[in-house]
């Protein structure tokens, strides 16, 4: 399989946007990468490093941006709009991602800011770390991670094979969520984890505050479960800031767990305190420490569809709602206006609702068995 994009620049090569360049450098068949970033050092560590081939200043870097056909803003989201402004008066026609925790306001921005002539199709990759900075660049970080990609009525289904393509490349596990539905999911499962570690943090410290040796005494599990207190507190402002909306409300929602189990505890519920945490048991040890999906599983969806923007976004939404993911992404162009989307879908969801959904919504869908041999 051919590369899916020659030249790739990353505007901002700190952990994310260096571990991204750092994982595609490392393909067999790498692109060009290029690193756009205003510190001179995190530049010269980039190319001493071998994470990138070449790397600019912002002032500098106008044509290495019109030779990339991708564009990947690894900035904070506030950097994020002045460099989408910039691509759409520099008249970028190629592909735009990113890799920001919130998805929704960068999606508006990119589509009131770019050119027509450029597609952005938003990203964020589940993974991290407490570290930050090129120093903390792994070419690994990535691997069997879940990576989001939002696609719009407006995404040119080729631009979304190619970028699905490139996630999974790296070892990612490619999924398709509308921005809006990313937003308040991560809100549960990223941001207000985040604010409840801090918060436990925070409590800790002014136990010891007050004479208590409570640091002290901290053992593996307070250390892991605090862990991520320790991330960049202004990256971390800056995305509960973005995701305000969505993150009161789930720490409401957090607050309102507390409150219950605080009730049970008033009560002397043993019964009841049991069955709380037997729930959050049986959900967390459900959580595979890292999923694999089963190969004799794999089914093949081919949906016919007219070739037009919007198209491959219904489709590879329609999966994320009905819980299917998506392994693999390929587009057969069957005359210039028609096309055969074929995904290969793991053994997760409902798939047979999502078939019944798309055929209610016209789609001509068929699915077999990836491996008949394996399913014999």
């Not at 950097?79 to 026609?93: C, D, P, S, T």
């Not at 050119?115 to 691997?143: C, K, N, Q, Y």
Request: glycine share 10%; hydrophobic share 45%.
């Amino acid at each position: 399989m051919t590369r899916p994009f020659d030249t790739v620049v990353v505007i901002g090569v700190g952990l994310m946007g260096g571990s991204l360049a750092a994982a595609l450098r490392a393909l067999p068949e790498p692109p060009r990468v290029v690193g756009i970033d205003a510190d001179e050092r995190t530049r010269q560590i980039a190319r001493d490093r071998g994470i990138v081939h070449e790397a600019f200043g912002p002032a500098e870097a106008d044509a290495a941006l019109l030779a990339a056909e991708l564009v990947v803003l690894a900035t904070p989201v506030a950097a994020a709009g002045e460099w989408l402004a910039r691509l759409g008066k520099l008249g970028y026609a190629g592909v735009v991602t990113d890799v920001a925790s919130t998805k929704a306001g960068i999606t508006a921005d990119a589509h009131r800011l770019l050119g027509h002539g450029a597609t952005f199709i938003g990203g964020h990759p589940m993974a991290g770390s407490e570290r930050s900075g090129i120093d903390a660049a792994d070419p690994e970080l990535f691997r069997g991670a879940y990576y989001v990609l939002c696609t719009s009525d407006a995404t040119p289904a080729d631009a979304y094979s190619r970028l699905h393509q490139l996630v999974t490349s790296i070892g990612a596990r490619a999924i398709a969520i509308a921005p809006d539905a990313h937003d308040r999911a991560v809100a549960a499962i990223s941001h207000a984890p985040h604010v409840a570690a801090s918060a436990l943090t925070n409590l800790a410290a002014e136990r010891a505050g007050d004479g208590e040796n409570v640091l002290r005494l901290a053992a593996g599990g307070f250390k892991d479960m605090t862990r991520i207190a320790a991330g960049s507190p202004d990256l971390w402002a800056g995305i509960c800031l973005d995701n305000r909306d969505a993150v009161i409300t789930a720490l409401g929602d957090l607050s309102s767990q507390l409150d219950g189990f605080s009730r049970l505890l008033e009560s002397g519920d043993r019964p009841g305190l049991c069955a709380w945490l037997d729930r959050a048991a049986q959900v967390r040890r459900a959580l595979p420490a890292q999923w694999v999906p089963a190969s004799a599983q794999l089914r093949e969806l081919t949906v016919a569809m007219s070739d037009r923007p919007g198209a491959v976004g219904a489709i590879t939404q329609a999966a994320a709602r009905a819980g299917c993911n998506v392994e693999d992404i390929e587009i057969d162009h069957v005359t210039e206006d028609t096309a055969l989307l074929r995904l290969v879908l793991t053994d997760e969801g409902d798939v047979d609702a999502l078939v019944s959904g798309l055929r209610d919504d016209g789609f001509d869908v068929t699915l077999s068995p990836l491996d008949a041999e394996a399913q014999a």
